[in-house]
């Protein structure tokens, strides 16, 4: 199951974990957070280089800069979070070339 980039959906990850698991659904996110609930794994922007980011852009205006003329930037930096466990309870066998490319594997 693919987890839409949705508002709504960035808070509900223990609700929709716990939903795949009780239908025995694969589920990919964009968000860290749902793969700690439980999920299966995510792939997103990094939300620490987004915070990074957002702090440039602050400074950066709250040192004269226009907000119109500062460029939108898009993100750069992703990363793949994967939860073994849930892998595990599903009877997945990851392959291990894609648990080396992971940004993180939660056990």
Do not use: W
């Not at 716990?18 to 990094?46: E, K, N, P």
């Amino acid at each position: 199951m693919i987890v839409a980039a949705d508002a709504f959906f960035s808070g509900q990850g223990a609700r929709i974990a716990a939903s795949a698991a009780v239908h025995r659904l694969a589920t990919i996110s964009l968000y860290r957070d749902h793969v700690v609930a439980g999920c299966l794994m995510s792939y997103g922007q990094s939300v620490a280089d987004f915070h990074r980011r957002a702090a440039i852009y602050v400074d950066k205006i709250l040192k004269g800069a226009s907000p119109a003329d500062l460029p939108v930037e898009q993100p750069t930096k992703f990363d793949l979070v994967i939860n073994n466990r849930t892998a595990a309870d599903l009877g997945l066998t990851l392959p291990r070339e894609l648990l080396v490319l992971a940004d993180e594997v939660l056990e």
